[in-house]
């Protein structure tokens, strides 16, 4: 049929083919029709003694086919009590295969081959029966005929699961259905559609149930009856596959556990109704942004869902927030990644196990696969769902990504269950070999491993066929499985089990057609089975030619390769030739006369080709008593016996010659035979090489442990050899040169530590060893072997040195590279159950069995004892290897004790304890007492200890108050063994019997974990790597996964739900107060009460409560006064003082003569009238950056025409400030604020000019109709009234100023006509004040109670304004009487409907609505003249900061990084009434027309009057072009928004880099200052950067220092990381490139300098003179050093925080580096609150022999030291310490910072000097161009570029 419609809805089976006609349908046996009392219908009766002979065909022909696509299938039966029955359903793949699924009550286990899949049904009893009851008390149904309270049954089977899980295939439609005895049949029907039989129609219409989500009710023909009152499923059983429960027998079709909840609820896709959406997304808007955003992705926030409701809610009943930060658990339940939709395109499993669990891998074509979840738990993260529009496509569920989120990349370890298997490939480039449960093919030249994943029990034997094409492997255990595979493309060809408890031997047929496997079936006895592998590859079925029990002991058996019915076989006291002959398996002994009693181990054919006559065949077996027998084939009698003697030791050194005489012999495992010589592996450890005739060894090689397997490859050039110990090589013949591939633990792994710097690892076993491994060869580097047993182990952070905690309670601790123990120490009685060093590398800790736990100096070559505490960690060893856990800062110590129901968080340098957190109570409805398991502290928030429970729960509980944060149930099936957060706590490791999950850490999807198998035993410790590029487990083995996880912007929001908020009570602060406790920012509780000031916006500490605004008083100084006073700008030119100072100034040159010192001026202290205001919970509201900088107010501009410098550019802008940003698309302006200064841009060339006069970060601008005015509002400097500048645009003049708020100004705003002006006070003094906009008074002023977060003008009435804030919409009239103007305010409280929130921004649309956002996503819609809202809908899931509207659309903003353009034209037509609607009930249609995901949560924006392109700012320091018409969006300025450490010019000067704390490195093209590339490391930040010497574009490079100690060089014509250095551990802090380029030198935070090579990467040398003090400078200059009495031509200093600063003479190609002077500068104690000034240092550019310093010290100075005299010959005079300087190539200038905020441009031959405010905080970095010509300038992430004119 052309068209498929006709099937949807469904398809009614026997309607369909008119099935009492028997025309298009056939029937055999006894098949009759009854009317069935229960459904009061005519239903059909298959019965008879056989199920074949009695059945129902649908179609009748073979070749013909029903074609039914519908991807479920129904079946309306009811099994015979007491009998069996089958059907059979034939299904076609997409590729055109036929397959057939099978289920019955016959099968007693599941079945698969390519083209059969057999399932076990369990029939269900009637409810409450006896049968209900013992199938539920045994946890699995009871398989075998059905019960005789069997019920009707709809069963419910998805195909396209089915054959995707099991096949990997892709469903295409249904061919044919057998349906036979014994069963009655009502019917049978195929849809698309998750149909509930529990469900009515009425009950769906009220539910919300429709065919276009995907569900519905059962169809009227299609259900059963259900009396008045009654339920459907105390009645009937509906039986879904795949099925929602876990019991067992696994892969079988059965009744679903009972819940509480609705049986009838598919997980898949609730028939329940969900709460209304606010918005389906119309389609997917690609992300456009920077270059941040190709190399991160988003992450949204975390919100609350409600709760379900199974009526359709009214609007106010259910409420839709919680607290933010906390997880609501419903009914805990968990949705993970591996339960999902059964439409939904998932990740696949690579195969299916027997245990129903799969490793997620990619897939690779477009058919969904799907995986399912062997454990018992499903996570349930609330999530909330919008209103619904009227537009249109279905969103996906939001999951954990990517998928999958792990990838096992290498596993450590050989053997398991059996260490004599391992195959060559017929090519002899890789081994293949079993690793407990896994299957791995490494190759030899790379050590490169392939996996082949899917057995759940150690692997027992493997086989390859001839040419290495199928693999068949076994597994061992009481069910054993043998799956074939093929081995190119790794997929499992053939499962089947047979019936033995283990499966010892596997030989595959030259050819492949003949599988042959030995094991022990039930009662003990050898079973030998042959099955018949031919078209296996074809997609056949493996089937069993014969099978044989026997009592004769088989230890090896193998197919003949020349012929496939013949196998021999090898075991104690026999060898015997077996045969297979019409289906039956028959043997023949050999005749071994003496030799009766021996126990052979291994057989081997001698090489041959299959033309060969048998009579030629020679058959050669090993014995454990050493002797070899040659046996002919063919007449089956010894041919020859040799036996393989110890040697006869005649002298000390020397061994005999090796004999086959008689005496003791050594035993032989394993003998492998080429045509050129056998190869033999005994006992002994020895491989040996022999000639066919053994008359002697010509090749042998010793091994550790006893040789288990030999294995010759095909082309005899290599000998492979496992031994019983691990160990895995092979021996190449031609070089004699010996291998080893794997090297591996030979019992558990315990636990493991990585060296994150070497890569090392480091694994404790219960063999008895410690080894060190290479994490990228896999090599065992040390191996340390005691007779104690090892515990736990652990690396130092930084240093080469390794801890062990042994059975006994004995500490060593070992230097690995000098591999000798460091120290031994026997405080413990127990078993070392904790072992941790601190971060920082300063302490170590160790906890026993028997409760103690000890503190050691790490920083002490002896590592001694600091303190020993008894009975403080909870006894036992189940918490082992790493019952201890320490804080990222090294300064909190947790652990589970004194009890195991406690948690304790004890002082890191001292144990003493700071708070006990008892988890037992956790839980008040829980009958059992929870006991703590593991901790683990969250690395990116201290303030986070995770706690795993023995109820299958993770806890987060805050570090500070004890209290609950968050709750995870139903981690694991069973207990969490360990658990692990990634460094930026952005995931969550956790480890359970032998499945390892990885979880969002903030619960905020609706998957939020994946889960991976591999390990066969317990996996005893998890960890991500210390680069967080790789995940470690250990238990049976160790496994290496590469953590695939996408990188994510550092740009954290300020509001992350994580954030721990504290109640901070209205009260006064007192030195006791309990608040001097609280954990600022620095970590560390304050020990005094803080000055009452405003607090910082770093500090974690907020309010959650409600507190009466009338409680706090307004901020106010002592001196307040009414007055309004103005204060004279700078920028007109005009001096603010009336005593000028000359034009030139001068700074006091001294030579050679010490000044005095100054003296320091006195802070006052400020008091407080009332109580701190309280800052609004949202992002809207502006909150100037935190600042220690004062403002020098003597500091003064030099007149214009005369500045020595003249600024060029910003470079950035200030994302932290609110509506920052102006654009008049009429009149072309463009201007924005970075830092304290207004830019005013031309958009088309890039041309700023610059308004300044502010001295503080600007807030907000506000622009006139006109364009010809602009306002800029900053904080006032040194703590007065916020400033208010008013700006000329064309003259760039500053022509009013208003002073007159006393906090930080929010909102600007001119009237639509431009006569008055509106300004507004920040939340401590929330006041709105109007302005004329002719003259600037204030005409009037309103104080509200709380604070206002924006305002607006009304575009059509003038004399109409609104502000929006914390208590609601304020509805402002401006009242005129004459020269008196009045504001008329009328507040309005938000609807009750949005709940308790805050009113972010407003924006008028034409004359008649008021559209306000609220900071929880909510867009109300007020009518202006009722001052009513009357409409409501959710238009984000976050806090919309933003709103713009022009026309009919609307534009919505938020700090969930989304900007939506919303089609309001429908409200148009909407009339006011009393209630408030949401947008879905009220049928109006609010459209999102398009989205755009940005950089950054939206701060400003401004778009033209079509609402077609604008310009929108984000907090990520950037101001996008977004254009809707073409979607597009162009970033015009971009900056950083943190800290920038350095910026520095390239030496041609086409280029410069800077850095920053969010650890980018950013490289910008001068002289048009835009970015060119941006490289980006997570959760690091970058100190310092520096440029190649290289002058080349295409060899240009940068290299940027890290915190975490590395080094990382970017080539700028490729745009990529070239090379990464690791040569510090603690944070770089100065790099640069030597003169020539030869080395990179770099400084650290301990005052090492490391010398690199950048082609290489290797560290020359560790300078550790500076050792103790951080490097602060170091610089490179070609110089020949002849002058100075040494060898050299280079020269390069380094400076260090203690005054310090060296001067090397050095020639990097001869490897010389000699010292050529060091110098100390003295200075007195420093006193300051903060860190003292750093000491700098610098070469003359015109006289490298010439040094310039300064630093903390007795004068503010800079000393000028010559290298040839010796001494400082000048000195020049500062007013304040110097927080950087740069000196210029020409001019003699120097360029010198300060705290003040002041930059001096200093003639240094004169003394002569000019400031220069413009920077709105300290300066930390400034640089001259190469030429001099150019300057730049930052103060934290405001780059300004000078010009430099000359002095």
């Given at each position: 049929?052309?068209?498929?419609?006709?099937?949807?809805?469904?398809?009614?089976?026997?309607?369909?083919?008119?099935?009492?006609?028997?025309?298009?349908?056939?029937?055999?046996?006894?098949?009759?029709?009854?009317?069935?009392?229960?459904?009061?219908?005519?239903?059909?009766?298959?019965?008879?003694?056989?199920?074949?002979?009695?059945?129902?065909?649908?179609?009748?022909?073979?070749?013909?086919?029903?074609?039914?696509?519908?991807?479920?299938?129904?079946?309306?039966?009811?099994?015979?009590?007491?009998?069996?029955?089958?059907?059979?359903?034939?299904?076609?793949?997409?590729?055109?295969?036929?397959?057939?699924?099978?289920?019955?009550?016959?099968?007693?286990?599941?079945?698969?081959?390519?083209?059969?899949?057999?399932?076990?049904?369990?029939?269900?009893?009637?409810?409450?029966?006896?049968?209900?009851?013992?199938?539920?008390?045994?946890?699995?149904?009871?398989?075998?005929?059905?019960?005789?309270?069997?019920?009707?049954?709809?069963?419910?089977?998805?195909?396209?699961?089915?054959?995707?899980?099991?096949?990997?295939?892709?469903?295409?439609?249904?061919?044919?259905?057998?349906?036979?005895?014994?069963?009655?049949?009502?019917?049978?029907?195929?849809?698309?559609?998750?149909?509930?039989?529990?469900?009515?129609?009425?009950?769906?219409?009220?539910?919300?149930?429709?065919?276009?989500?995907?569900?519905?009710?059962?169809?009227?023909?299609?259900?059963?009856?259900?009396?008045?009152?009654?339920?459907?499923?105390?009645?009937?059983?509906?039986?879904?596959?795949?099925?929602?429960?876990?019991?067992?027998?696994?892969?079988?079709?059965?009744?679903?556990?009972?819940?509480?909840?609705?049986?009838?609820?598919?997980?898949?896709?609730?028939?329940?109704?969900?709460?209304?959406?606010?918005?389906?997304?119309?389609?997917?808007?690609?992300?456009?942004?920077?270059?941040?955003?190709?190399?991160?992705?988003?992450?949204?926030?975390?919100?609350?869902?409600?709760?379900?409701?199974?009526?359709?809610?009214?609007?106010?009943?259910?409420?839709?927030?919680?607290?933010?930060?906390?997880?609501?658990?419903?009914?805990?339940?968990?949705?993970?990644?591996?339960?999902?939709?059964?439409?939904?395109?998932?990740?696949?499993?690579?195969?299916?196990?027997?245990?129903?669990?799969?490793?997620?891998?990619?897939?690779?074509?477009?058919?969904?696969?799907?995986?399912?979840?062997?454990?018992?738990?499903?996570?349930?993260?609330?999530?909330?769902?919008?209103?619904?529009?009227?537009?249109?496509?279905?969103?996906?569920?939001?999951?954990?990504?990517?998928?999958?989120?792990?990838?096992?990349?290498?596993?450590?370890?050989?053997?398991?269950?059996?260490?004599?298997?391992?195959?060559?490939?017929?090519?002899?480039?890789?081994?293949?070999?079993?690793?407990?449960?896994?299957?791995?093919?490494?190759?030899?030249?790379?050590?490169?491993?392939?996996?082949?994943?899917?057995?759940?029990?150690?692997?027992?034997?493997?086989?390859?066929?001839?040419?290495?094409?199928?693999?068949?492997?076994?597994?061992?255990?009481?069910?054993?499985?043998?799956?074939?595979?093929?081995?190119?493309?790794?997929?499992?060809?053939?499962?089947?089990?047979?019936?033995?408890?283990?499966?010892?031997?596997?030989?595959?047929?030259?050819?492949?057609?003949?599988?042959?496997?030995?094991?022990?079936?039930?009662?003990?006895?050898?079973?030998?089975?042959?099955?018949?592998?031919?078209?296996?590859?074809?997609?056949?079925?493996?089937?069993?030619?014969?099978?044989?029990?026997?009592?004769?002991?088989?230890?090896?058996?193998?197919?003949?390769?020349?012929?496939?019915?013949?196998?021999?076989?090898?075991?104690?006291?026999?060898?015997?030739?077996?045969?297979?002959?019409?289906?039956?398996?028959?043997?023949?002994?050999?005749?071994?006369?003496?030799?009766?009693?021996?126990?052979?181990?291994?057989?081997?054919?001698?090489?041959?080709?299959?033309?060969?006559?048998?009579?030629?065949?020679?058959?050669?077996?090993?014995?454990?008593?050493?002797?070899?027998?040659?046996?002919?084939?063919?007449?089956?009698?010894?041919?020859?016996?040799?036996?393989?003697?110890?040697?006869?030791?005649?002298?000390?050194?020397?061994?005999?010659?090796?004999?086959?005489?008689?005496?003791?012999?050594?035993?032989?495992?394993?003998?492998?035979?080429?045509?050129?010589?056998?190869?033999?592996?005994?006992?002994?450890?020895?491989?040996?090489?022999?000639?066919?005739?053994?008359?002697?060894?010509?090749?042998?090689?010793?091994?550790?442990?006893?040789?288990?397997?030999?294995?010759?490859?095909?082309?005899?050039?290599?000998?492979?050899?496992?031994?019983?110990?691990?160990?895995?090589?092979?021996?190449?013949?031609?070089?004699?040169?010996?291998?080893?591939?794997?090297?591996?633990?030979?019992?558990?792994?315990?636990?493991?530590?990585?060296?994150?710097?070497?890569?090392?690892?480091?694994?404790?076993?219960?063999?008895?060893?410690?080894?060190?491994?290479?994490?990228?060869?896999?090599?065992?580097?040390?191996?340390?072997?005691?007779?104690?047993?090892?515990?736990?182990?652990a690396f130092h952070p930084s240093e080469q040195v390794f801890s062990c905690g042994f059975s006994s309670g004995i500490i060593r601790i070992f230097d690995i590279s000098s591999a000798k123990l460091l120290a031994e120490h026997k405080q413990h009685r127990g078993?070392?159950?904790?072992?941790?060093?601190?971060?920082?590398?300063?302490?170590?800790?160790?906890?026993?069995?028997?409760?103690?736990?000890?503190?050691?100096?790490s920083s002490d070559e002896d590592y001694n004892v600091i303190r020993v505490a008894c009975n403080v960690v909870a006894r036992g060893t189940e918490r082992s290897p790493d019952a201890l856990t320490v804080s990222s800062d090294s300064r909190c110590l947790a652990?589970?004790?004194?009890?195991?129901?406690?948690?304790?968080?004890?002082?890191?340098?001292?144990?003493?304890?700071?708070?006990?957190?008892?988890?037992?109570?956790?839980?008040?409805?829980?009958?059992?007492?929870?006991?703590?398991?593991?901790?683990?502290?969250?690395?990116?928030?201290?303030?986070?200890?995770?706690?795993?429970?023995?109820?299958?729960?993770?806890?987060?509980?805050?570090?500070?108050?004890?209290?609950?944060?968050?709750?995870?149930?139903?981690?694991?099936?069973?207990?969490?063994?360990?658990?692990?957060?990634?460094?930026?706590?952005?995931?969550?490791?956790?480890?359970?019997?032998?499945?390892?999950?990885?979880?969002?850490?903030?619960?905020?999807?609706?998957?939020?974990?994946?889960?991976?198998?591999?390990?066969?035993?317990?996996?005893?410790?998890?960890?991500?790597?210390?680069?967080?590029?790789?995940?470690?487990?250990?238990?049976?083995?160790?496994?290496?996964?590469?953590?695939?996880?996408?990188?994510?912007?550092?740009?954290?929001?300020?509001?992350?739900?994580?954030?721990?908020?504290?109640?901070?009570?209205?009260?006064?602060?007192?030195?006791?107060?309990?608040?001097?406790?609280?954990?600022?920012?620095?970590?560390?509780?304050?020990?005094?009460?803080?000055?009452?000031?405003?607090?910082?916006?770093?500090?974690?500490?907020?309010?959650?409560?409600?507190?009466?605004?009338?409680?706090?008083?307004?901020?106010?100084?002592?001196?307040?006064?009414?007055?309004?006073?103005?204060?004279?700008?700078?920028?007109?030119?005009?001096?603010?003082?009336?005593?000028?100072?000359?034009?030139?100034?001068?700074?006091?040159?001294?030579?050679?003569?010490?000044?005095?010192?100054?003296?320091?001026?006195?802070?006052?202290?400020?008091?407080?009238?009332?109580?701190?205001?309280?800052?609004?919970?949202?992002?809207?509201?502006?909150?100037?950056?935190?600042?220690?900088?004062?403002?020098?107010?003597?500091?003064?501009?030099?007149?214009?025409?005369?500045?020595?410098?003249?600024?060029?550019?910003?470079?950035?802008?200030?994302?932290?400030?609110?509506?920052?940003?102006?654009?008049?698309?009429?009149?072309?302006?463009?201007?924005?604020?970075?830092?304290?200064?207004?830019?005013?841009?031309?958009?088309?060339?890039?041309?700023?000019?610059?308004?300044?006069?502010?001295?503080?970060?600007?807030?907000?601008?506000?622009?006139?109709?006109?364009?010809?005015?602009?306002?800029?509002?900053?904080?006032?400097?040194?703590?007065?009234?916020?400033?208010?500048?008013?700006?000329?645009?064309?003259?760039?003049?500053?022509?009013?100023?208003?002073?007159?708020?006393?906090?930080?100004?929010?909102?600007?705003?001119?009237?639509?006509?431009?006569?008055?002006?509106?300004?507004?006070?920040?939340?401590?003094?929330?006041?709105?004040?109007?302005?004329?906009?002719?003259?600037?008074?204030?005409?009037?002023?309103?104080?509200?109670?709380?604070?206002?977060?924006?305002?607006?003008?009304?575009?059509?009435?003038?004399?109409?304004?609104?502000?929006?804030?914390?208590?609601?919409?304020?509805?402002?009239?401006?009242?005129?009487?004459?020269?008196?103007?009045?504001?008329?305010?009328?507040?309005?409280?938000?609807?009750?409907?949005?709940?308790?929130?805050?009113?972010?921004?407003?924006?008028?649309?034409?004359?008649?609505?008021?559209?306000?956002?609220?900071?929880?996503?909510?867009?109300?819609?007020?009518?202006?003249?009722?001052?009513?809202?009357?409409?409501?809908?959710?238009?984000?899931?976050?806090?919309?900061?933003?709103?713009?509207?022009?026309?009919?659309?609307?534009?919505?903003?938020?700090?969930?990084?989304?900007?939506?353009?919303?089609?309001?034209?429908?409200?148009?037509?909407?009339?006011?009434?009393?209630?408030?609607?949401?947008?879905?009930?009220?049928?109006?249609?609010?459209?999102?027309?398009?989205?755009?995901?940005?950089?950054?949560?939206?701060?400003?924006?401004?778009?033209?009057?079509?609402?077609?392109?604008?310009?929108?700012?984000?907090?990520?320091?950037?101001?996008?072009?977004?254009?809707?018409?073409?979607?597009?969006?162009?970033?015009?300025?971009?900056?950083?928004?943190?800290?920038?450490?350095?910026?520095?010019?390239?030496?041609?000067?086409?280029?410069?880099?800077?850095?920053?704390?969010?650890?980018?490195?950013?490289?910008?093209?001068?002289?048009?200052?835009?970015?060119?590339?941006?490289?980006?490391?997570?959760?690091?930040?970058?100190?310092?950067?520096?440029?190649?010497?290289?002058?080349?574009?295409?060899?240009?490079?940068?290299?940027?220092?890290?915190?975490?100690?590395?080094?990382?060089?970017?080539?700028?014509?490729?745009?990529?990381?070239?090379?990464?250095?690791?040569?510090?551990?603690?944070?770089?802090?100065?790099?640069?490139?030597?003169?020539?380029?030869?080395?990179?030198?770099?400084?650290?935070?301990?005052?090492?300098?490391?010398?690199?090579?950048?082609?290489?990467?290797?560290?020359?040398?560790?300078?550790?003179?500076?050792?103790?003090?951080?490097?602060?400078?170091?610089?490179?200059?070609?110089?020949?050093?002849?002058?100075?009495?040494?060898?050299?031509?280079?020269?390069?200093?380094?400076?260090?925080?203690?005054?310090?600063?060296?001067?090397?003479?050095?020639?990097?190609?001869?490897?010389?580096?000699?010292?050529?002077?060091?110098?100390?500068?003295?200075?007195?104690?420093?006193?300051?609150?903060?860190?003292?000034?750093?000491?700098?240092?610098?070469?003359?550019?015109?006289?490298?022999?010439?040094?310039?310093?300064?630093?903390?010290?007795?004068?503010?100075e800079l000393s000028f030291y010559s290298l040839t005299k010796k001494q400082i010959i000048k000195k020049i005079a500062l007013p304040h310490w110097v927080t950087c300087f740069g000196l210029s190539s020409k001019s003699q200038l120097i360029a010198v910072g300060?705290?003040?905020?002041?930059?001096?441009?200093?003639?240094?031959?004169?003394?002569?000097?000019?400031?220069?405010?413009?920077?709105?905080?300290?300066?930390?970095?400034?640089?001259?161009?190469?030429?001099?010509?150019?300057?730049?300038?930052?103060?934290?992430?405001?780059?300004?570029?000078?010009?430099?004119?000359?002095?």
């Open positions: 049929m052309a068209s498929k419609g006709w099937q949807h809805p469904y398809v009614n089976i026997f309607k369909h083919v008119r099935v009492e006609d028997w025309k298009k349908s056939a029937k055999e046996g006894d098949v009759s029709t009854y009317t069935d009392k229960t459904l009061k219908c005519s239903v059909f009766r298959i019965r008879g003694p056989v199920p074949a002979t009695s059945y129902i065909l649908v179609p009748k022909n073979s070749n013909q086919s029903l074609r039914l696509i519908g991807h479920y299938f129904y079946l309306l039966f009811r099994p015979t009590p007491g009998k069996y029955f089958v059907v059979h359903l034939d299904v076609v793949a997409e590729e055109g295969q036929v397959i057939r699924i099978s289920f019955s009550n016959m099968f007693k286990e599941f079945k698969s081959t390519a083209t059969w899949l057999q399932f076990p049904f369990l029939c269900g009893g009637a409810k409450d029966s006896v049968y209900e009851s013992t199938a539920k008390s045994a946890r699995h149904g009871l398989v075998g005929p059905a019960p005789t309270s069997v019920r009707w049954t709809c069963l419910m089977l998805d195909l396209q699961y089915t054959l995707s899980v099991y096949l990997n295939r892709c469903y295409s439609n249904l061919r044919s259905i057998k349906l036979c005895a014994n069963m009655a049949v009502k019917n049978m029907f195929t849809s698309d559609l998750l149909l509930d039989p529990g469900v009515s129609f009425n009950e769906a219409k009220l539910m919300g149930l429709a065919s276009s989500q995907g569900t519905g009710p059962m169809p009227r023909d299609m259900s059963f009856p259900v009396p008045k009152g009654g339920s459907w499923h105390d009645l009937y059983d509906y039986i879904k596959f795949p099925s929602e429960g876990t019991k067992l027998p696994f892969d079988s079709i059965q009744k679903d556990n009972p819940k509480p909840e609705a049986g009838s609820v598919s997980r898949q896709r609730s028939p329940i109704r969900e709460e209304s959406r606010c918005v389906n997304l119309s389609k997917p808007i690609q992300d456009r942004v920077s270059l941040i955003q190709q190399i991160t992705t988003p992450k949204s926030l975390m919100r609350n869902r409600n709760p379900v409701v199974t009526n359709i809610p009214k609007l106010g009943v259910v409420s839709t927030h919680q607290k933010v930060g906390w997880l609501c658990h419903n009914d805990d339940q968990q949705q993970e990644s591996a339960c999902f939709s059964p439409h939904q395109l998932t990740s696949r499993p690579c195969d299916t196990d027997d245990n129903g669990v799969h490793v997620f891998v990619h897939p690779e074509d477009a058919c969904g696969k799907h995986g399912e979840e062997s454990e018992e738990e499903f996570v349930y993260s609330p999530v909330p769902h919008p209103v619904h529009l009227s537009s249109s496509k279905e969103t996906r569920q939001q999951k954990l990504l990517p998928d999958p989120i792990l990838r096992l990349n290498r596993i450590i370890g050989f053997g398991g269950a059996t260490a004599k298997y391992a195959l060559w490939t017929e090519s002899g480039d890789a081994v293949v070999y079993p690793c407990h449960a896994i299957i791995v093919s490494m190759k030899i030249s790379s050590n490169q491993q392939r996996f082949f994943i899917g057995h759940t029990d150690k692997v027992s034997a493997l086989a390859f066929n001839g040419n290495t094409t199928l693999l068949a492997s076994a597994q061992t255990g009481n069910h054993s499985v043998v799956r074939v595979w093929n081995y190119h493309k790794g997929n499992c060809l053939a499962l089947f089990r047979i019936h033995a408890h283990s499966l010892s031997s596997l030989s595959f047929s030259y050819s492949g057609g003949i599988l042959c496997g030995v094991g022990k079936d039930r009662h003990n006895k050898t079973m030998v089975v042959v099955w018949n592998t031919l078209n296996v590859s074809k997609g056949g079925e493996v089937t069993i030619l014969a099978k044989v029990h026997t009592d004769v002991d088989i230890h090896t058996m193998k197919v003949a390769f020349f012929d496939d019915t013949r196998m021999v076989s090898c075991g104690r006291d026999n060898i015997r030739l077996w045969r297979v002959r019409n289906g039956s398996l028959r043997s023949c002994p050999v005749n071994l006369g003496e030799y009766h009693s021996l126990e052979f181990t291994d057989l081997a054919f001698e090489e041959g080709n299959s033309n060969q006559h048998l009579d030629d065949r020679t058959l050669f077996a090993s014995s454990r008593s050493g002797h070899i027998f040659e046996i002919d084939y063919s007449r089956v009698v010894i041919r020859n016996v040799r036996r393989l003697l110890p040697a006869q030791q005649q002298h000390a050194d020397r061994r005999e010659k090796l004999t086959f005489n008689t005496g003791p012999g050594i035993a032989i495992n394993s003998i492998s035979v080429s045509s050129s010589f056998c190869a033999t592996g005994s006992e002994d450890g020895f491989l040996r090489l022999w000639p066919l005739d053994f008359s002697a060894v010509f090749l042998e090689t010793e091994h550790e442990g006893p040789v288990s397997l030999v294995s010759v490859s095909s082309d005899s050039l290599q000998v492979l050899a496992a031994t019983s110990t691990g160990n895995l090589g092979f021996l190449d013949v031609s070089s004699r040169g010996y291998n080893t591939l794997m090297r591996s633990h030979t019992d558990t792994v315990l636990g493991f530590s990585v060296d994150g710097i070497r890569r090392h690892l480091t694994t404790a076993s219960s063999d008895g060893t410690v080894r060190i491994w290479n994490m990228d060869s896999l090599n065992q580097l040390y191996d340390f072997v005691s007779e104690d047993s090892p515990c736990s182990v078993e070392v159950v904790g072992l941790a060093f601190s971060p920082d590398g300063e302490f170590m800790y160790s906890a026993d069995s028997q409760g103690s736990l000890a503190l050691y100096n652990f589970v004790g004194p009890s195991e129901y406690i948690v304790t968080i004890a002082d890191a340098r001292s144990l003493d304890e700071l708070l006990h957190v008892d988890v037992s109570i956790l839980d008040v409805e829980s009958p059992r007492l929870d006991s703590a398991l593991k901790v683990c502290f969250s690395p990116a928030s201290t303030e986070h200890l995770l706690v795993a429970t023995s109820a299958n729960k993770i806890l987060w509980v805050s570090t500070k108050t004890g209290r609950l944060l968050r709750e995870m149930s139903k981690v694991h099936k069973h207990q969490c063994s360990s658990l692990a957060v990634s460094e930026d706590s952005r995931f969550l490791l956790t480890a359970g019997h032998n499945a390892l999950k990885v979880w969002d850490y903030n619960m905020q999807l609706d998957i939020n974990s994946q889960m991976f198998i591999g390990h066969s035993q317990p996996i005893c410790q998890v960890s991500f790597t210390p680069d967080q590029l790789g995940v470690v487990s250990v238990g049976d083995a160790i496994f290496l996964w590469d953590f695939l996880a996408h990188p994510v912007s550092p740009l954290i929001d300020s509001r992350s739900p994580l954030r721990i908020k504290y109640t901070t009570a209205p009260k006064s602060v007192q030195p006791d107060d309990e608040v001097s406790g609280v954990q600022l920012s620095n970590g560390m509780p304050r020990q005094t009460a803080p000055l009452p000031s405003s607090p910082p916006p770093q500090l974690d500490i907020s309010t959650t409560d409600q507190v009466d605004q009338g409680a706090f008083g307004s901020l106010s100084l002592c001196d307040d006064t009414p007055t309004i006073p103005t204060v004279p700008v700078q920028a007109t030119g005009s001096s603010p003082s009336s005593d000028h100072r000359p034009a030139s100034s001068f700074l006091k040159v001294t030579e050679l003569v010490n000044t005095s010192p100054l003296n320091t001026s006195h802070i006052d202290t400020v008091e407080l009238k009332g109580k701190n205001p309280v800052r609004p919970d949202c992002y809207r509201h502006f909150i100037p950056r935190f600042k220690t900088s004062t403002l020098d107010e003597v500091a003064e501009a030099p007149q214009p025409g005369e500045e020595g410098i003249k600024l060029k550019a910003v470079i950035g802008y200030n994302g932290n400030g609110r509506a920052n940003m102006v654009w008049s698309p009429d009149q072309g302006l463009f201007a924005y604020s970075c830092g304290c200064v207004v830019v005013v841009e031309h958009l088309h060339t890039g041309c700023q000019r610059h308004l300044q006069g502010h001295s503080e970060e600007i807030s907000c601008l506000a622009v006139t109709n006109d364009a010809q005015t602009v306002a800029s509002a900053a904080g006032g400097s040194n703590g007065s009234r916020s400033l208010i500048c008013i700006w000329d645009v064309q003259n760039e003049t500053c022509h009013n100023t208003i002073s007159y708020h006393r906090g930080a100004v929010q909102s600007l705003a001119f009237s639509r006509d431009d006569r008055f002006f509106l300004s507004v006070g920040d939340f401590s003094e929330p006041e709105v004040a109007l302005w004329s906009s002719k003259t600037f008074q204030l005409l009037s002023s309103v104080r509200v109670s709380g604070p206002i977060h924006d305002a607006a003008f009304s575009p059509s009435v003038a004399s109409q304004l609104a502000c929006v804030g914390s208590q609601g919409v304020y509805f402002c009239l401006i009242i005129t009487h004459g020269l008196d103007v009045d504001l008329k305010v009328q507040r309005v409280k938000a609807p009750a409907e949005v709940g308790d929130v805050e009113l972010t921004a407003l924006c008028y649309h034409n004359d008649s609505f008021l559209f306000t956002s609220t900071n929880r996503g909510h867009v109300c819609v007020w009518d202006i003249k009722t001052q009513r809202c009357f409409m409501t809908w959710e238009a984000d899931e976050g806090e919309i900061g933003v709103l713009l509207c022009r026309g009919n659309r609307l534009l919505t903003g938020s700090n969930t990084r989304w900007l939506r353009l919303w089609e309001v034209e429908a409200l148009q037509g909407v009339k006011s009434q009393e209630k408030v609607f949401n947008v879905e009930d009220s049928g109006t249609t609010v459209v999102l027309e398009q989205e755009i995901m940005l950089d950054g949560t939206t701060v400003s924006a401004a778009f033209d009057y079509t609402m077609d392109m604008g310009i929108v700012g984000t907090t990520a320091g950037t101001l996008w072009y977004i254009n809707w018409s073409d979607n597009s969006s162009i970033r015009l300025v971009s900056g950083h928004n943190t800290k920038v450490n350095d910026v520095v010019f390239s030496s041609d000067e086409s280029h410069f880099a800077t850095c920053g704390e969010d650890g980018s490195v950013r490289v910008w093209s001068a002289p048009s200052n835009e970015l060119v590339v941006q490289f980006q490391v997570l959760n690091q930040a970058c100190g310092c950067v520096c440029w190649s010497t290289s002058s080349s574009k295409d060899s240009a490079c940068v290299a940027a220092g890290y915190s975490d100690g590395t080094l990382r060089i970017f080539r700028l014509a490729s745009s990529e990381m070239e090379m990464k250095l690791h040569p510090h551990h603690v944070a770089v802090t100065a790099i640069q490139y030597s003169a020539n380029g030869h080395v990179i030198l770099s400084g650290g935070k301990n005052g090492l300098v490391a010398v690199s090579s950048p082609v290489n990467g290797a560290t020359i040398r560790v300078i550790r003179d500076h050792k103790g003090a951080p490097i602060t400078t170091i610089q490179c200059v070609n110089e020949e050093c002849k002058n100075f009495g040494l060898e050299g031509n280079e020269m390069w200093l380094a400076a260090s925080a203690d005054r310090r600063v060296s001067v090397w003479a050095v020639n990097w190609l001869k490897d010389k580096c000699d010292l050529l002077d060091w110098l100390t500068f003295p200075a007195p104690a420093y006193f300051g609150d903060d860190s003292p000034p750093p000491s700098l240092a610098a070469f003359c550019p015109a006289d490298p022999g010439l040094m310039v310093y300064t630093g903390y010290g007795v004068e503010k300060s705290k003040e905020r002041v930059l001096k441009l200093v003639k240094s031959s004169s003394g002569r000097y000019q400031d220069f405010l413009r920077h709105s905080d300290s300066l930390q970095t400034c640089h001259f161009s190469p030429s001099g010509t150019l300057l730049f300038t930052v103060a934290y992430n405001e780059i300004l570029l000078w010009e430099v004119q000359g002095l």
